[in-house]
């Protein structure tokens, strides 16, 4: 018996959009939400908590009612609106918007082999009874300032390390990557050690 494609199969496989751009996604154990199951050496048994979700049905008819979007991009939007903080995956994304077009509220239609989705009447008025909070803001207005600094800081890192990719010299490429080794061994160094200790070191260097 031959296997029924997915609805929107051809839209699905797109390389992650990462808060880091073309790195992709954060490594395990750094990414938003994540204290989780990091790799680093000397791990202990930190709790961590699990990956923030939020309502992708709210999130896809707030997007659509602002214009047209195909799948790849809503994704993209709810990522960039909540400050990379959440990322639904395409395998909660794309059954959402088969079940809003099943309910009659979205349409699709072929953009040069690509489906593009729209609200149709009847979405357009279950997108203005939503809350006036978008879902993005919700969970990003949940977000510990701390981890919003963090993550701020790996997109700078990030950013420097392509201008040196792209403009640096061979021996600034190479004193480049020292540095990032260096930096990764100390965020494991960090990683294996206790809230106290941690506190403690803080403590001193003051």
């Known amino acids: 018996m031959r296997r029924q494609r997915h609805p929107f199969a051809h839209e699905r496989g797109r390389a992650p959009f990462g808060p880091f751009g073309g790195f992709g996604e954060f490594p395990p154990g750094f990414g938003p939400g994540g204290r989780g199951r990091g790799h680093g050496p000397h791990r202990r048994g930190h709790g961590g908590r699990r990956s923030r979700r939020g309502d992708v049905?709210?999130?896809?008819?707030?997007?659509?009612?602002?214009?047209?979007?195909?799948?790849?991009?809503?994704?993209r939007e709810i990522g960039e609106r909540s400050g990379g903080f959440w990322r639904p995956s395409p395998g909660s994304v794309y059954p959402t918007l088969q079940?809003?077009?099943?309910?009659?509220?979205?349409?699709?239609?072929?953009?040069?082999?690509?489906?593009?989705?729209?609200?149709?009447?009847?979405?357009?008025?279950?997108?203005?009874?939503?809350?006036?909070?978008?879902?993005?803001?919700?969970?990003?207005?949940?977000?510990?300032?701390?981890?919003?600094?963090?993550?701020?800081?790996?997109?700078?890192?990030?950013?420097?390390?392509?201008?040196?990719?792209?403009?640096?010299?061979?021996?600034?490429?190479?004193?480049?990557?020292?540095?990032?080794?260096?930096a990764r061994r100390s965020l494991y160094g960090i990683l294996g050690e206790d809230d106290d200790e941690s506190a403690s070191g803080e403590a001193a260097a003051e």
Do not use: C
Request: aromatic share 2%; hydrophobic share 45%.
């Open 57 to 75: 049905r709210a999130a896809i008819l707030a997007l659509l009612a602002e214009q047209p979007r195909h799948g790849y991009e809503i994704i």
């Open 99 to 182: 079940l809003l077009a099943d309910e009659g509220l979205v349409i699709s239609k072929d953009e040069h082999g690509k489906k593009l989705f729209e609200l149709t009447d009847a979405g357009r008025a279950a997108a203005e009874q939503q809350d006036s909070t978008p879902p993005w803001e919700q969970i990003a207005q949940d977000v510990d300032p701390v981890e919003v600094g963090l993550a701020k800081a790996g997109k700078n890192l990030a950013a420097a390390v392509v201008q040196i990719m792209r403009a640096g010299t061979e021996s600034q490429q190479a004193r480049a990557a020292e540095v990032l080794n260096d």
